[in-house]
């Protein structure tokens, strides 16, 4: 029997990858846009947020060779020159491919508040999806939301670690809540976790919210080693639940029209909002048993 469907509209929240933006993301996954439509008849919506962190030529590897071979050097006299493309945080020192691991996120602060803002002025969303820098942060956005977050940064906090964004705290009078609810889900295309013990609050304990992974095999961008931390950060991520790890045969991209890599995501969907809706006990089958590429 065919997979049930929700019968409630669906919500989620689109955040792009370093150099990029909302508009430039939602022009790269129209087609993913398209098929999801079609797939969810009580409806969805693609919210695609823009980072604050807006990017010099100087926070660009190679920007002259990738852009303009017989371009200048990116600081003239001094001043370096902004472009159109965003990020929601810098790494330390992205400049130079020799620094080691683990890194620090310059701006990261200025990222999630931002996030935190979206999701107070245009949520409820039900989940959130990201590439690359924002498949790392949408794993950060669904822990951050869930139950008992803000106890676990306070324990890391004590040991060092990033305190809990105040952005994402709401104080009722009585107690300080988050400002949104848990999600439902959560979806990274070739996101990566930190070993870095700053931002272990993120991932210790674990994230319990769903969350499905792509990687691509040939990603020479963002290390499989690197997207695996952000996989072992979440329950059930992997060994007798690894089909929640989605491999696709290709680069640092998100295949947004291969039918059985979007076939994946909506499965995925889903399943998890059916079960939100209380139909879990009456699935004839979950994703991992549909025939998609878990």
């Known amino acids: 029997m065919a997979q049930p469907l929700p019968t409630k509209p669906i919500k989620i929240l689109m955040l792009h990858g370093f150099t990029q933006s909302g508009t430039l993301f939602r022009a790269k996954t129209r087609a993913l846009e398209k098929n999801l439509i079609k797939a969810f008849p009580a409806g969805i919506t693609l919210h695609y947020a823009t980072a604050p962190v807006r990017l010099f030529k100087s926070d660009i590897p190679n920007w002259d060779t990738v852009n303009d071979p017989n371009a200048p050097p990116p600081e003239i006299n001094g001043k370096d020159e902004e472009t159109g493309v965003f990020g929601w945080w810098r790494r330390k020192n992205s400049t130079d491919p020799n620094l080691p691991e683990p890194y620090v996120y310059e701006g990261i602060e200025a990222g999630l508040t931002h996030v935190a803002e979206v999701l107070k002025q245009e949520g409820p969303f039900d989940g959130v999806l990201g590439f690359s820098q924002g498949g790392a942060l949408a794993g950060m956005v669904a822990s951050l939301l869930e139950p008992g977050r803000r106890e676990a940064f306070e324990k890391a906090q004590a040991n060092g670690g990033m305190r809990y964004p105040e952005g994402f705290e709401e104080d009722s009078g009585y107690v300080i809540d988050a400002i949104h609810p848990p999600l439902k889900f959560a979806v990274s295309y070739s996101g990566f976790g930190t070993p870095n013990p700053l931002y272990q609050g993120f991932y210790n304990p674990k994230i319990k919210t769903p969350m499905l992974h792509f990687l691509g095999s040939v990603d020479t961008v963002v290390e499989e080693k690197r997207s695996l931390r952000l996989v072992e950060a979440c329950?059930?991520?992997?060994?007798?639940?690894?089909?929640?790890?989605?491999?696709?045969?290709?680069?640092?991209?998100?295949?947004?029209?291969?039918?059985?890599?979007?076939g994946a995501l909506v499965a995925f969907i889903r399943e998890v909002m059916v079960e939100a809706e209380g139909g879990g006990a009456q699935k004839e089958e979950k994703a991992e048993d549909m025939d998609v590429p878990f």
Do not use: A, D, I, T
């Open 235 to 262: 329950e059930g991520g992997r060994g007798k639940n690894g089909e929640r790890v989605v491999y696709h045969p290709g680069g640092h991209f998100l295949p947004s029209s291969q039918r059985q890599y979007v």
